[in-house]
């Protein structure tokens, strides 16, 4: 467990205040643990005075002017890496704000994500950033509740949003909706698609009907695999039986796309345009393939994370996962909210579905009454040297 507060004024940060904070501190370095509030010694007492004996108290010390946050996140077990990853963010989304209205405690989920949250709660925490995956936030939730402390996962597990759990992971049924847009809008009307067997493939195959549909296009095929080299080349041949196609959502990370790519370019989708997923946003390699260039994708917008990337290796001596900006954006959001929250007092959970939104490294966001983060998205395209934003993701939302 690790505690993390800083002194200053309480004000939320718009992208733009964001990229000033990046140049104004950018040589910061942070520490690899947690960071410690720093206590001010009190001088000591005149020699005749006798000092007086320190009060023993059990768990953390009383708060009276800072909101208890909570951070559940793995800090050791197999994903020890992703959970420093936000732990890190977090702090430093504290420095770049000044604020001196959040304690945030960090609780390690592989101990027991239940466990950590009754902890969490049984130490004054009104808010849980985290925990990160569903399964997780599925054993955090009937504790957080019974407790009325709400909890922002990192997942995107839709099964679990709702009755006090809100969820900011990256959506893909977002993602498709909006490739599937911007593809159609652009003139492409017969769609088909690769979807892998599973959870990811289903939600992803599910939307990819539907928005098709919505937008007055064609389903020309849609065809599964498992996430193997045999059943990737299996599918496209099957596909390639099939009517012909315009556009070709894969519909799984960048690494099968990147195999699945240039089989279709030599089995009847040569002139298509490839479309893909959130998840291709962390694969670095997918410009050196030529049978992808030109293919698009939705994300987040990458700006801004690109920026706090480079500020995290200098400060940690390694690169971030991607998931960082979720623990950054979780404290913007509850420096925000904290501006007109009393302390000690119940989180306004209301405050979360404001219309308006927030926003962040990744861009504008809102939590819809679900309790899933909806997002505002680019799409990228890739190209010879990298990638570029075809279609730049709306600054906000309009009432």
């Given at each position: 467990?690790?505690?993390?507060?800083?002194?200053?004024?309480?004000?939320?940060?718009?992208?733009?205040?964001?990229?000033?904070?990046?140049?104004?501190?950018?040589?910061?370095?942070?520490s690899?643990?947690?960071?410690?509030?720093?206590?001010?010694?009190?001088?000591?007492?005149?020699?005749?005075?006798?000092?007086?004996q320190?009060?023993?108290?059990?768990?953390?010390?009383?708060?009276?002017?800072?909101?208890?946050?909570?951070?559940?996140?793995?800090?050791?077990?197999?994903?020890?890496?992703?959970?420093?990853?936000?732990?890190?963010?977090?702090?430093?989304?504290?420095?770049?704000?000044?604020?001196?209205?959040?304690?945030?405690?960090?609780?390690?989920?592989?101990r027991?994500?239940?466990?950590?949250?009754?902890?969490?709660?049984?130490?004054?925490?009104?808010l849980?950033?985290?925990?990160?995956?569903?399964?997780?936030?599925?054993q955090?939730?009937?504790?957080?509740?019974?407790?009325?402390v709400?909890?922002?996962?990192?997942?995107?597990?839709?099964?679990?949003?709702?009755?006090?759990?809100?969820?900011?992971?990256?959506?893909?049924?977002q993602?498709?909706?909006?490739?599937i847009?911007?593809?159609?809008?652009?003139?492409?009307?017969?769609?088909?698609?690769?979807?892998?067997?599973?959870?990811?493939g289903?939600?992803?195959?599910?939307?990819?009907?539907?928005?098709?549909?919505?937008?007055?296009?064609?389903?020309?095929?849609?065809?599964?695999?498992?996430?193997?080299?045999?059943s990737?080349?299996?599918?496209?041949?099957?596909?390639?039986?099939?009517?012909?196609?315009?556009?070709?959502?894969?519909?799984?990370?960048?690494?099968?796309?990147?195999q699945?790519?240039?089989?279709?370019?030599?089995?009847?989708?040569?002139?298509?345009?490839?479309?893909?997923?959130?998840l291709?946003?962390t694969?670095s390699?997918?410009?050196?393939?030529?049978?992808?260039?030109?293919?698009?994708?939705?994300?987040?917008?990458?700006?801004?994370?690109?920026?706090?990337?480079?500020?995290?290796?200098?400060?940690?001596?390694?690169?971030?996962?991607?998931?960082?900006?979720?623990?950054?954006?979780?404290?913007?959001?509850?420096?925000?909210?904290?501006?007109?929250?009393?302390?000690?007092t119940?989180?306004?959970?209301?405050?979360?579905?404001?219309?308006?939104?927030?926003?962040?490294?990744?861009?504008?966001?809102?939590?819809?009454?679900?309790?899933?983060?909806?997002?505002?998205?680019?799409?990228?395209?890739?190209?010879?040297?990298?990638?570029?934003?075809?279609?730049?993701?709306?600054?906000g939302?309009?009432?």
């Open positions: 467990m690790a505690e993390r507060s800083l002194a200053g004024q309480v004000r939320f940060v718009t992208p733009g205040r964001l990229r000033q904070a990046f140049a104004m501190l950018g040589a910061l370095l942070l690899a643990c947690a960071t410690v509030v720093p206590r001010t010694q009190a001088p000591p007492p005149p020699p005749t005075q006798q000092p007086e320190p009060e023993v108290v059990q768990g953390l010390p009383t708060d009276t002017e800072r909101h208890r946050v909570a951070l559940l996140v793995p800090m050791s077990g197999d994903n020890a890496g992703v959970g420093r990853s936000i732990a890190n963010a977090t702090t430093m989304a504290l420095l770049d704000t000044k604020t001196e209205r959040l304690r945030i405690t960090t609780y390690d989920t592989a027991g994500p239940a466990q950590a949250a009754r902890q969490a709660i049984a130490e004054g925490n009104k849980i950033l985290g925990p990160l995956t569903g399964e997780e936030a599925r955090v939730a009937p504790v957080a509740k019974a407790a009325n709400p909890v922002i996962s990192y997942s995107n597990d839709a099964s679990v949003a709702g009755d006090g759990v809100y969820l900011l992971g990256y959506s893909p049924e993602s498709v909706d909006r490739v847009d911007l593809a159609h809008a652009r003139g492409l009307s017969n769609f088909a698609a690769l979807v892998p067997r599973g959870v990811y289903t939600r992803a195959g599910d939307a990819f009907l539907a928005r098709v549909r919505a937008v007055g296009g064609t389903v020309v095929a849609v065809e599964t695999f498992e996430r193997s080299a045999a990737v080349r299996a599918a496209v041949g099957r596909l390639a039986a099939s009517s012909s196609y315009d556009a070709l959502l894969i519909a799984d990370v960048g690494r099968i796309a990147l699945a790519a240039p089989l279709v370019r030599a089995n009847g989708g040569a002139d298509a345009r490839i479309l893909g997923t959130e291709w946003d694969e390699g997918l410009s050196a393939n030529a049978a992808l260039r030109g293919a698009w994708y939705a994300s987040v917008a990458n700006g801004l994370y690109r920026t706090l990337a480079t500020r995290y290796r200098a400060s940690y001596g390694a690169a971030p996962y991607r998931q960082a900006s979720l623990g950054y954006d979780s404290v913007l959001l509850a420096v925000r909210i904290a501006e007109n929250w009393r302390p000690g119940t989180f306004p959970v209301a405050r979360l579905t404001d219309a308006e939104g927030f926003s962040g490294i990744d861009g504008a966001f809102r939590f819809s009454r679900g309790g899933i983060a909806e997002r505002a998205l680019e799409v990228q395209q890739i190209d010879a040297g990298g990638t570029s934003v075809i279609d730049p993701a709306p600054r939302f309009g009432r």
